[in-house]
């Protein structure tokens, strides 16, 4: 959602347990700024950094959109204990370039999160056309070209969504058997966040 903070604007996401109570809020973080892309204009850099909620069915983190790209935002969450990462999108067709189709980048980007932090990860991505006015004067169209996927923590597709349809995906994913699995491979045992400056 746009949210409002004193003088800046956030591209911000509530998160709501199954209770309905507000778990609280995320702001994005990483903002582009690119052909059709080009939020650095009214939004500001998220000052929550990342977080994880706990809910009443799994520890939550979600990053929104251009976060995704950064395996920095997967491997935060992951570390804070999250046990499923969300990423809300809204990615399509480039402006610049109509030869260049992202989906099966995006897709692969997403799959190594999962994989590398041996994590779930759930994202949705809008379909649709939408006619952008830039600020130079000029204009063109992005098409959102949905493909909505779940990815089990070896980044394996557990449920995809097919181009441009609208539906809904559901999956299941056991928890317990996850963390025990991430245990034994020693991912996060073996860390050297001494040597990654």
Known sequence: FFEKCGNSYFNSVAVIDATGEKLG????????????????YYFTPGNTGF???????????????????????????????AEILF????????????????KKHWQRVIQGHAAANMIPIVVSNRIGKEKVEHFNGGTSEIDFYGCSFMCDETGEFK?????????????TFDLDAIAKQRAAWGLYRDRRPDLYK
């Open 25 to 40: 809020v995320y702001r994005k973080s990483h903002i582009p700024m690119g052909p059709g892309y080009e939020e650095k």
């Open 159 to 171: 449920v995809e969504e097919k181009e441009g349809c609208q539906c809904m995906l559901a999956s």
């Open 87 to 102: 990423y809300p999108t809204a990615i399509g067709s480039e402006p610049h370039d109509p030869l260049l189709h992202s």
């Open 51 to 81: 977080k994880v909620f706990e809910t009443k069915f799994a520890k939550i983190g979600v990053g929104i959109c251009w976060d995704q790209w950064f395996p920095e935002a997967a491997r935060c969450m992951a570390l804070q204990g």
